[in-house]
């Protein structure tokens, strides 16, 4: 069983940043790629950003790309989502996630471990 905690949501203005952190327990992360997703109220879940569990290859859904940035530290078995820029409409609900097959997070396909989300609300 894999434990994924998020931490570092929270209220920003827009055009602020903040840095998500999502901590993982119970497995080694390195052999897993991590993704993060984000569902805002009324809206279907989305992917936001992927990395592959060396590190090597990332993936960002358009609306963020040159905004939000994606790493690992699989030392600390930990994954961070940078988001500068924040635009309002970021706010969402974000949840960490795992698996074994990068392109499963990509496509949406297979994930196999969640985390619980962390709020992040981004004010006018």
């Known amino acids: 069983q894999v434990q994924l905690v998020e931490s570092g949501g929270g209220l920003v203005q827009a055009g602020g940043s903040l840095r998500l952190s999502c901590l993982a327990s119970?497995?080694?992360?390195?052999?897993?790629?991590m993704g993060w997703f984000r569902q805002a109220p009324g809206k279907e879940r989305e992917l936001v950003a992927a990395?592959?569990?060396?590190?090597?290859?990332?993936f960002y859904t358009e609306s963020v790309k040159g905004r939000f940035t994606i790493s690992r530290d699989n030392a600390k078995n930990t994954v961070y989502l940078q988001m500068n820029s924040l635009k309002p409409e970021d706010t969402a609900v974000y949840y960490c996630?795992?698996?074994?097959?990068?392109?499963?997070?990509?496509?949406?396909?297979?994930?196999?471990?969640w985390g619980q989300g962390t709020q992040v609300t981004v004010s006018t």
């Open positions: 990395v592959s569990s060396g590190g090597g290859r990332t």
């Open positions: 119970g497995r080694t992360v390195s052999s897993y790629a």
């Open positions: 996630a795992a698996d074994a097959i990068m392109a499963h997070i990509v496509v949406g396909a297979r994930v196999d471990y």
